[in-house]
């Protein structure tokens, strides 16, 4: 056993699972980290590209997707302790199509059927996702808001946002709310509406500010919005499942959406060494060597739940999901042990292109994995759910 406290022939338990998603062509590769009281250790299966059969590196590149979520919270809590953003004002100043908002007397209601807001839309209401927008769980085309998000090109889903920031807010503008501002927890939206926030905030392009405020004190170079020229040979082929079952390219390296900077920055691609020492951070309650982030209190804040039981009842994610799972800013938190790896405390979220990340303060364990395979649905995570049932059953003291 080493300093980690990790069992050396349970963790290789770990690679020999993820070898066999790539044995079984489930996964073209996979890039797996587990660290513990700062040791870590790293695996690699399979290939980045398939076709040039590329192998995974520790230092391949992956579009993280939803994982980018617990990044812009950070980022929003900085802005909150320099005292330039508030959890509960509003955000119409910097805003201001989300000002006056009405709200669908019930989610199946036709779009002109909406009564008043009973107050503006504010930080903590974008950080939980609880805005009044998002993903609703039902198939597409049940209710008259899915619709008109979908025409308007502004519904969650893996492909990029086609709408510059301005374009963006002014469609979002253009709707009602499915629910009145806090009062229910709709996915995703929140957070594209917050990366437009922070840029307005930060009066700079969201990507200066996030290396500015955390790439570069945390010594993310590899992480960002798009890849440069001299890295694409690093970023990994994006794929998805036909209707066989096989792996077929959904975003390629060269010439696909991360070679050149996005309309929409919302989605960032990295590393597992770079959102490992973004999770460590936390971890570290906001400090990084000499650095401090964030001071200790706004992470334990951002960590908590914040969704209450009625809002857990009447607003579905995935399967089960609240069973054990609340949110808090940017990322899940684990709310009871239901499985091996489900400590409470633990927070941490998914990406829709098969990439997690969760740090564990009673263990003092972070769980990284990346894949590049698009998840079919919100349950889709049996790599992922393998993967943390295997790093805890390695502790061994």
Not at 20 to 37: D, I, P, Q
Not at 197 to 224: G, N, Q, Y
Not at 356 to 379: G, K, S, Y
Request: aromatic share 8%.
């Amino acid at each position: 056993m080493s300093a980690s406290g990790l069992s050396k022939v349970r963790l290789s338990r770990v690679s020999d699972a993820m070898r066999g998603y790539v044995e079984r062509g489930e996964v073209a590769g996979v890039v797996s980290l587990v660290c513990r009281h700062g040791e870590a250790h790293i695996g690699t299966a399979g290939v980045r590209d398939l076709d040039s059969r590329k192998l995974m590196r520790g230092d391949t590149i992956f579009r993280v997707m939803s994982m980018t979520k617990g990044v812009l919270a950070a980022a929003a809590m900085v802005l909150v302790e320099e005292g330039r953003l508030k959890l509960d004002a509003p955000v119409d100043p910097w805003l201001p199509e989300l000002a006056n908002r009405k709200v669908l007397r019930s989610r199946d209601s036709d779009l002109d059927d909406v009564v008043p807001a009973k107050r503006s839309i504010t930080l903590r209401d974008l950080l939980t996702m609880r805005m009044g927008l998002g993903a609703i769980m039902a198939p597409p085309d049940t209710f008259p808001i899915q619709r008109a998000m979908a025409k308007a090109e502004i519904a969650p889903g893996p492909d990029p946002v086609p709408w510059a920031p301005d374009e963006y807010m002014r469609h979002i503008g253009s709707l009602p709310l499915v629910h009145q501002p806090g009062e229910g927890w709709l996915y995703h939206t929140g957070f594209d509406v917050l990366s437009v926030l922070l840029a307005r905030v930060a009066d700079e392009p969201l990507e200066e500010f996030l290396t500015e405020r955390i790439f570069s004190p945390l010594a993310m170079k590899d992480t960002a919005f798009s890849v440069s020229a001299g890295k694409l040979d690093r970023l990994s082929t994006a794929y998805v499942r036909d209707a066989k079952g096989a792996l077929a390219v959904y975003d390629a390296a060269r010439g696909g959406h991360y070679g050149s900077a996005p309309v929409f920055p919302s989605e960032l691609a990295s590393t597992a060494d770079d959102f490992l020492t973004f999770a460590l951070m936390l971890l570290n309650q906001g400090r990084h060597g000499r650095k401090r982030i964030l001071a200790r209190p706004t992470v334990e804040l951002m960590t908590m739940d914040h969704i209450t039981q009625a809002q857990k009842d009447a607003f579905p994610f995935s399967p089960g999901f609240w069973d054990a799972n609340g949110w808090g800013f940017g990322m899940s938190v684990i709310t009871r042990r239901n499985t091996i790896a489900a400590t409470p405390g633990r927070y941490g979220w998914i990406g829709g292109l098969g990439t997690a990340w969760f740090a564990d303060p009673r263990e003092d364990m972070v769980c990284l994995l990346l894949t590049q395979r698009m998840m079919n649905a919100p349950d889709d995570t049996a790599i992922i759910d393998d993967f943390l049932t295997l790093a805890y059953q390695a502790i061994d003291d």
